[in-house]
C-alpha cells in the first residue's frame, strides 16, 4: 500500500501562486509516474500535470506555461509549482501515484481557491 499526503492548498488572488506538495509513504518503490489531477464542483477530475520516474512531464494545455510539476525521488515527493493562478484554476487538486496505466493510488485532495 502507498500513502500519499497532499499539502499547500489554500485561498489565492488571481495572478498570485501556490505550490502544492504531496508525500509518499508505504511501498514508494511501486510507484512510477506521478501526476496532480483536479476537480472542480460539476466537472470531471482532469489531470493537471504528471512526471515520469525520470523526470519526462506533461501538462494540460490549460497550465502549460504557469504550472511546473517536479520530483525528488530520494524524498518520494512530487510538487506542483502554480503561478499566474486564474479563479478557473479553482478546485480539489489530488496527488496520484500511478503502479500501472490504469492502477494506483489517490490523495485525500487540497483545496485551491482563488479569488477575483
Known amino acids: 500500500q502507498v500513502q500519499l499526503v497532499e499539502s499547500g492548498g489554500g485561498l489565492v488572488q488571481t495572478g498570485g501562486s501556490l505550490r502544492l506538495s504531496c508525500a509518499a509513504s508505504?511501498?514508494?518503490?511501486?510507484?512510477?509516474?506521478m501526476g496532480w489531477y483536479r476537480q472542480a464542483p460539476g466537472k470531471e477530475r482532469e489531470l493537471v500535470a504528471s512526471?515520469?520516474?525520470?523526470?519526462?512531464?506533461n501538462y494540460a494545455d490549460s497550465v502549460k506555461g504557469r504550472f511546473t510539476i517536479s520530483r525528488d525521488n530520494a524524498k518520494n515527493t512530487v510538487y506542483l509549482q502554480m503561478n499566474s493562478l486564474k479563479p478557473e484554476d479553482t478546485a480539489v487538486y489530488y496527488c496520484?501515484?500511478?503502479?500501472?496505466?490504469?492502477?494506483?493510488?489517490w490523495g485525500q485532495g487540497t483545496q485551491v481557491t482563488v479569488s477575483s
Open positions: 496520484h501515484g500511478a503502479v500501472t496505466s490504469i492502477a494506483g493510488f
Open positions: 508505504g511501498s514508494t518503490f511501486s510507484i512510477n509516474a
Open positions: 512526471i515520469s520516474r525520470g523526470g519526462y512531464s
